[in-house]
């Protein structure tokens, strides 16, 4: 089973510095400068982690603890990398009682991973959610936007092995 990460190394480049330092140059001393920067960043980075919210917190002169109280209030920001493929299981009240533990401790298994970790390939990543909506197939993951639904433990490796 792969020892999946929740603490993955920065591994930032040089070029994406650079537009960070554009992006903070540029909304830096105007009102509300913190979420657009927050926004940006993640588009660069694909997450923001602990070093990009401290060049964030030095550049637009704020402190560290505002950059890092916005990017964990709102649910747009994530703290971890993603894999190339985002594996989400609803836990949501449906698909809770529609047996979504069973499911989510299937994919754990399958991945390797517990919820909030990425494989150390890069490849996935696991994330439990609340409702997405599709209640009537419940219980219900989604793999990079395509819904599965009417869930059980032994259908969820064949769908993972279709991406892998």
């Known amino acids: ?14 070029e994406q510095e ?18 657009p920067v927050l926004q940006q960043a993640q588009e660069i980075f694909g997450y923001l982690p602990e070093e990009v919210q401290i060049m964030i917190a030095e550049g637009l ?4 603890s505002e ?36 499911v989510l401790d299937a994919i754990k298994e399958k991945l390797g991973c517990q919820t909030g970790s990425i494989t150390p390939d890069g490849k996935f ?14 219980p219900v993951m989604m793999i990079n936007g395509d819904v599965y639904g009417r869930l059980t433990p032994d259908l969820v490796g064949e769908i993972i092995d279709r991406y892998g």
């Open 1 to 14: 089973m792969p020892n999946c990460m929740t603490k993955v190394p920065y591994r930032g480049t040089r």
């Open 18 to 35: 650079e537009k960070l330092r554009e992006v903070i140059a540029f909304y830096k001393g105007k009102p509300g400068a913190t979420m």
């Open 61 to 64: 002169d704020i402190p560290l």
């Open 67 to 102: 950059v890092y109280g916005v990017a964990t209030f709102y649910a747009q920001f994530s703290l971890n990398p993603k894999g190339k493929y985002q594996v989400s299981v609803c836990l949501g009240t449906a698909c809770y009682v529609k047996g979504a533990a069973d």
């Open 125 to 138: 990543s696991l994330d439990a959610t609340r409702c997405v909506g599709a209640c009537g197939l419940a």
